[in-house]
């Protein structure tokens, strides 16, 4: 076995455990992966990323310094359905290798390129274009997708897409505007082979082409008048590394190839101390399935954290359009599928808002008004996963609360009617084209610390009591809390009707009003999954299947539907996890939350959707004493 010394010479020195990955941190991962294995010239990482510590190691120095940081990386050796895990301590070897048979990464881009052109040069392709009148193929844009799991011969042991196609009469034009429809193309991406292509019939192409910039919609407004955003003195956050301080609350940032935006050791500065709250939160897994039975598109359920990676398709934002007024900018360094590191820059977007009043009061007796502004800290980044773009975004508010809202926005997934036609299980959007019924749902994974590790959770629901003796008027409300003692009882659903909401206590914490301490996660209206349970997708989406779930904190439940849900026959990830239902009470409790939107197009999300929002909500429940952002300075205009 070489030496990992002699192909990377200098041991970096640690960074703190949760510090971004540096460009010389995947340089020597991979070089002692090379050095002490032998990987084919072809091998293609899929994925490589810092390997966090287990929570208790993330404070603890050791003689005065922190550990050695560990990256984890999943090799793709060849072209066939394996893949192998590995950690590398970068004082030196590897500290785990696991070869993972039957098991397909998300889809590499650099296949996915070569898939392109595979299809474009095939024969069969060529004559199916030619059928709709086709003959210059530069026109046509290929998209390969995910393939899912259908008992199709060509999943058996290959890694697939299966490649759907539009045409562009200019490349400026809406890619989703003129699908070619009834044409679908099966290609092997590790063998960058076409293996069939499929014709369901000739649909007309719909005429229009959709487009929305600049110079295609006709003469622009003139008279919106400028709206700038100055903060003459600079903001009020402050940034080491990645260590964000704003008003009290303090987080690390961070961005995972997969699951985008991560948020660490999220706390609040109170009575002189830093008062943890979320050890880490990050979306795990996002599903997008398509409600439309036919062969074209019944297929279609994108995993886009699974088998496309938010952080790998994150924007470079720009200032002035994706974020105004005083911005921070992270940069995020990433690596090739070939194993060379990049970086990102402007990947994670923070600044500063006006969020209109925080509170207020009008008194009638004392002559006095008070009112204070709300202004709320964001930390947003923005994924373009193929035809959508969604738009994550973080919010710290005065009063302790925190929100997750993502933005939809993009165009939507299409198909092609023929003239007259009338779809059953989709919109008509433009002439002869129309955007089935689909959800999103996101499952975001929350390792609450409320006050520390050991957390309960409650539902509560606000219900009415019957009429009687002990409720005369029939007016009484109730607040039923209910502990959530096992991870089967807490698989559960939003209900708005009774004002559902999830408690974390952490029991062992008072107030200075003797109840325990607890942040609340308040959902939207939000659904879970439609399709059938026995369906490929809702195999393979159980997560989606309730709003929430509960586990012990155990370090290999990372994402919920399971490391690699691509072509995954389905039940990893929670439903896999939560059969043993373990006790969660006064534990080190992961809260998985799916949330989203089903989404009935309408014809003004054509051609590009205006941003459909989604999300939910944290919130402090006796954390604090009282309004604990009652000391917030009134504004200038307001003395
Ligand atoms: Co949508």
């Avoid at 950690?87 to 070569?114: K, N, Q, Y």
Wanted: hydrophobic residues 40%; contains cysteine.
């Amino acid at each position: 076995m070489t030496q990992p010394e002699a192909a990377a010479p200098v041991a970096p020195a640690p960074a703190h455990p949760l510090a971004m990955l540096r460009p010389d941190e995947i340089e020597r991962a991979v070089a002692i992966v090379r050095a002490e294995r032998s990987l084919p010239e072809a091998a293609r990482f899929a994925y490589i990323g810092l390997d966090e510590p287990v929570k208790d190691a993330v404070t603890q120095l050791v003689d005065g310094a922190f550990p050695p940081r560990r990256v984890r990386l999943v090799i793709v050796p060849g072209p066939t359905a394996h893949v192998i895990e590995a950690v590398v301590s970068l004082d030196g070897s590897v500290t785990s290798w696991l070869e993972c048979p039957e098991t397909r990464p998300a889809l590499l881009f650099e296949e996915s390129m070569h898939a392109i052109r595979a299809v474009k040069d095939n024969a069969d392709w060529q004559a199916a274009m030619r059928l709709r009148g086709i003959t210059d193929f530069a026109k046509v844009q290929v998209d390969p997708w995910p393939s899912g799991n259908f008992g199709v011969a060509h999943e058996d042991d290959r890694r697939i897409s299966r490649c759907i196609f539009y045409y562009r009469e200019d490349p400026t034009d809406n890619g989703y505007a003129r699908p070619i429809e009834g044409v679908i193309a099966f290609v092997d991406h590790g063998r960058q082979e076409v293996l069939e292509v499929v014709d369901y019939g000739v649909v007309p192409i719909p005429p229009e082409r959709g487009n929305y910039r600049g110079d295609s919609v006709g003469p622009a407004r003139t008279d919106l008048k400028p709206l700038t955003i100055t903060q003459p003195e600079g903001p009020s956050f402050t940034v080491d590394g990645n260590l964000v301080e704003w008003q009290r609350w303090s987080f690390r940032v961070s961005m995972d190839p997969y699951e985008g935006l991560v948020l660490h050791t999220i706390g609040y500065e109170d009575g002189g101390r830093v008062r943890p709250i979320l050890h880490r939160a990050a979306v795990s897994e996002m599903v997008v399935p398509y409600g439309d039975p036919g062969p074209m598109h019944g297929w279609k359920n994108a995993f886009d954290i699974g088998e496309w990676g938010l952080g790998r398709m994150a924007n470079s934002l720009t200032l002035g359009c994706d974020c105004v007024g005083e911005i921070h900018y992270f940069d995020v360094n990433f690596a090739t599928e070939g194993g060379v590191p990049y970086t990102l820059a402007h990947a994670i977007c923070m600044h500063e808002e006006d969020y209109g009043i925080l509170w207020k009061h009008v008194d009638m007796q004392g002559g006095t008004t008070e009112v204070r502004r709300s202004r709320r800290l964001v930390v947003s980044s923005i994924a373009t996963v193929g035809n959508y773009e969604y738009g994550f975004y973080w919010y710290f508010y005065l009063d302790g609360s925190m929100q997750l809202e993502v933005k939809l926005t993009g165009i939507m997934s299409t198909m092609a009617l023929a003239p007259g036609e009338r779809p059953t299980n989709g919109s008509i959007v433009a002439p002869q084209l129309a955007a089935p019924y689909h959800q999103h749902l996101f499952n975001v994974r929350l390792d609450f610390d409320v006050d520390g590790p050991r957390n309960t959770v409650y539902e509560v629901d606000a219900v009415a009591a019957p009429a009687g003796p002990d409720n005369p008027l029939g007016n009484t409300i109730l607040s039923v809390a209910t502990p959530l003692r096992t991870e089967l009882e807490a698989q559960r659903v939003v209900d708005p009707l009774r004002s559902r909401i999830w408690k974390i206590v952490n029991p062992e914490v008072r107030n200075g009003l003797g109840e325990p301490v607890a942040y609340k996660l308040v959902p939207a209206s939000t659904p879970t999954l439609l399709a059938d349970p026995t369906s490929s997708v809702g195999r393979r989406a159980g997560f989606a299947t309730r709003n929430l779930w509960v586990t012990p904190y155990d370090r290999k439940e990372w994402r919920a539907a399971g490391d690699h849900p691509n072509q995954h026959a389905g039940g990893a990830g929670l439903p896999t996890w939560t059969a043993a239902n373990r006790p969660i009470e006064a534990t080190d409790v992961v809260v998985w939350h799916t949330f989203g939107v089903t989404h009935i197009p309408r014809p003004e999300d054509w051609p590009v959707m205006p941003v459909e929002y989604t999300g939910f909500q944290l919130v402090p429940v006796g954390f604090f004493d009282r309004n604990p952002a009652l000391d917030v300075s009134p504004s200038d205009h307001c003395t």
